[in-house]
């Protein structure tokens, strides 16, 4: 298998596994009870969420580190953006598991009804870095991303155009959460995410299941 393949399955496999962070809506359901802190029950679910979430931080990263090799040659400095906002996203992440593991802490430790309002300023916190990452930056990343995808043809160029059509609707909606035109569980940011999920989604089977395209890549190691 030649470098470039390797690349192309190591960021592939990537973007499908940043999909298992999909079941925490479920998940997290019990930490978003404004009494979770001093009600009963196990904290397992939260741990669990956080565990996948963390895999999603780090599968976003090594997307753009196996991507960078190859799309540097064609615009570097776009190259290094994705790099960039992959490694935010994936530190906003880190960030937002944190606060939701402080509240598990809290709880296991028994504060009682004094904790409920810093278990809830730590869950709502949390929702905000949610939205900053996961909600956010991945249209930047497809912002960055996908014009270089499109302009060296490395793949099928109907997936570099979703992208770039899933990116402003996805800020929409996060634009219409942040400003509280909508709630964040509503179903309307949920429509305007559907097409970066399924760029993202479609790339990461392209990658993996076939790859570059040999044309494209012969072009750009010819070219730089």
Known sequence: MNSPRKHALAAGVAYIVSFVSIPTLLLYTGVH???FIVGPGPDTRVLIG?????????????????????VKRQNQAMALGLVGTRTIEGAVIVVGVACLFTVVTLRQAGVGAGGLVAGQALVGLYDRLFSLSQSTMPAFNALFLAPLL?????????????????APLLLVGTAAVTFNVVE?????????????????????????????????????????
């Open 150 to 166: 499109y302009w060296s043809r490395l793949v099928p160029r109907v997936l570099p155009i979703v992208g770039l059509i899933g």
């Open 33 to 35: 009870d404004p009494n």
């Open 50 to 70: 956080g565990v996948l979430e963390m895999i999603v931080a780090l599968a976003g990263l090594v997307s753009a580190v196996a991507l960078y090799p190859i």
């Open 184 to 224: 964040r569980t509503s179903l309307l940011p949920l429509v305007l995410a559907i097409p970066i999920a399924l760029w993202e989604f479609s790339l990461g089977v392209y990658l993996t299941v076939r790859g570059f395209r040999p044309e494209a890549v012969e072009r750009l190691f010819a070219s730089r």
